[in-house]
């Protein structure tokens, strides 16, 4: 069985941070792929970020500079460290794990910002 639990939503003005914090029951947690996606209201999922098992970084263009992700095999977690929001930045976010072809999704956390 796969859990992954988002907690750190919120709501900010522009130019303030949030943490969002992905905590994970999944078997060997260190060996597996981890990522953050977001869901604005009528549009479509998208990748924020991704750390692999090697410790390999992808961001979005729109947060790159912005967005730090980060990943702790200790306490199997993997955390989004959001700077600078931006009210494009509002969405519903989403941790994300792959286990081969299996992929794996919290229940999502809403970040607000307002301008």
């Known amino acids: 069985q796969v859990y992954l639990v988002e907690s750190g939503g919120g709501t900010v003005r522009a130019g303030k941070s949030l943490r969002l914090e992905c905590s994970a029951t999944?078997?060997?947690?260190?060996?597996?792929?981890m990522g953050w996606y977001r869901q604005a209201p009528g549009k479509e999922r998208e990748l924020v970020a991704t750390?692999?098992?090697?410790?390999?970084?992808t961001y979005a263009d729109s947060v790159r500079g912005r967005f730090t992700i980060s990943r702790h095999n200790d306490r199997e977690t993997v955390d989004l460290q959001m700077d600078s929001l931006k009210p494009e930045d509002t969405a519903v976010y989403y941790c994300?794990?792959?286990?081969?072809?299996?992929?794996?999704w919290g229940q999502g956390a809403q970040v607000t910002v307002s301008s």
């Open positions: 750390i692999t098992a090697g410790d390999k970084i």
């Open positions: 999944i078997r060997i947690f260190r060996f597996h792929t």
């Open positions: 994300e794990a792959e286990e081969g072809l299996e992929i794996y």
